[in-house]
């Protein structure tokens, strides 16, 4: 069956911009997870999604960072007033339930001028 | 403060001989561990996990041992195959945490040459 899908794949920006980053997760999964993967760095956990609702945000850096799932599906990523440091491959993961493996996405690479 | 390492960013190994990754973690609330693998351009595949109930966990090439009193996990590739150059990541979590969330280490890239 299809897995989790990410999209854009790529995105070039400039300081200061909004963007948005949109997750699919696989179907019928109830939890979903953003991560932020820096260069040589491992995955770093920002949001998880419990159906609709963000069950827990700690680690999202800032008030810039915000997603939301309003019909427990697809989520989006938004990122406002983008700096250079957000610069990242940010991945979604998602899971039957809270209690199961997590699947990730290809992750889209981010990239502030 | 990294609560799961990973010392080793690199490790080179012949192909058909074994491959020893290892992990230590800091926080003794994690109860749960894995091992994902990733290529380049792809989001991580899940490999293996145990519960830190269990000591060992096989599954076909891949093995991963658990050793809670030094709090540290290893996974063991053997034969080594070519097909198994990635960077493969531990991640570690606490089931009374409200998300379940992984915390990862930094990777270590393994190449196994033919």
């Known amino acids: 069956g299809a897995g989790v899908s990410q999209t854009p794949s790529n995105k070039v920006t400039e300081k200061g911009k909004y963007v948005e980053l949109r997750c699919d997760p696989i179907s019928g999964h109830t939890a979903l997870y953003w991560y932020r993967q820096s260069l040589g760095q491992g995955p770093e956990f920002l949001i998880y999604f419990q159906g609709t609702g963000a069950a827990d945000d700690s680690g999202l850096p800032n008030d810039r960072f915000f997603a939301v799932r309003p019909e427990g599906s697809v989520s989006t990523l938004k990122i406002q007033r983008t700096e250079r440091g957000d610069s990242a491959v940010y991945l979604c993961?998602?899971?039957?339930?809270?209690?199961?493996?997590?699947?990730f996405g290809p992750g889209t690479r981010l990239l502030v001028l | 403060d990294q609560q799961v390492k990973q010392n080793s960013p690199s490790l080179s190994v012949q192909e058909g001989r074994i491959s020893i990754l290892n992990c230590d973690y800091t926080n003794s609330m994690f109860d749960y561990f894995l091992w994902y693998k990733k290529y380049p351009a792809e989001g991580p595949t899940f490999l293996i996990s145990?519960?830190?109930?269990?000591d060992k966990n096989e599954d076909g090439r891949f093995t991963v041992f658990l050793n809670k009193s030094a709090k540290h996990l290893s996974l063991h590739i053997v034969p080594s195959q070519p097909g198994d150059s990635a960077v493969y990541f531990c991640?570690?979590?606490?089931?009374?945490?409200?998300?379940?969330?992984?915390?990862f280490g930094g990777g270590t890239r393994l190449m196994v040459k033919p």
């Open positions: 991640a570690a979590s606490a089931t009374n945490n409200a998300g379940n969330m992984l915390t």
């Open positions: 993961a998602s899971s039957l339930t809270r209690d199961e493996t997590q699947y």
């Open positions: 145990i519960s830190s109930i269990k």
